[in-house]
């Protein structure tokens, strides 16, 4: 396997780790707990965020061209509307 198949499967990972760390968060009903998870999330993030930005440098991860600020606006007028 190549380093660019293991930093794409990683930041998969991460992403889908995501969302599980949200759905506990979001139904936790004990306050010990729900912190303890979000100081998980957050320290996930943070590896995340590192690993993307040594894709990103690599040329492994190409991101999005950037929304235009039509795209942007129409984007919060209906998120508001």
Same mark, same amino acid.
């Given at each position: 396997?190549?380093?660019?198949?293991?930093?794409?499967?990683?930041?998969?990972? @991460? #992403?889908?780790?995501?969302?599980?760390?949200?759905?506990?968060? &979001?139904? $936790?009903?004990?306050?010990?707990?729900?912190?303890?998870?979000?100081?998980?999330?957050?320290?996930?993030?943070?590896?995340?965020?590192?690993? @993307? #930005?040594?894709?990103?440098?690599?040329?492994?991860?190409?991101? &999005?061209? $950037?929304?235009?600020?039509?795209?942007?606006q129409t984007v919060k007028s209906e998120a508001s509307?």
């Amino acid at each position: 396997m190549q380093e660019k198949d293991m930093v794409n499967d990683a930041l998969a990972m @991460f #992403k889908s780790t995501m969302t599980e760390y949200s759905t506990a968060i &979001a139904e $936790a009903g004990n306050e010990e707990f729900r912190q303890a998870v979000q100081q998980m999330r957050n320290n996930d993030e943070k590896w995340q965020y590192d690993l @993307f #930005k040594i894709a990103q440098q690599k040329g492994y991860y190409k991101p &999005a061209q $950037a929304a235009s600020p039509n795209d942007l606006q129409t984007v919060k007028s209906e998120a508001s509307g």
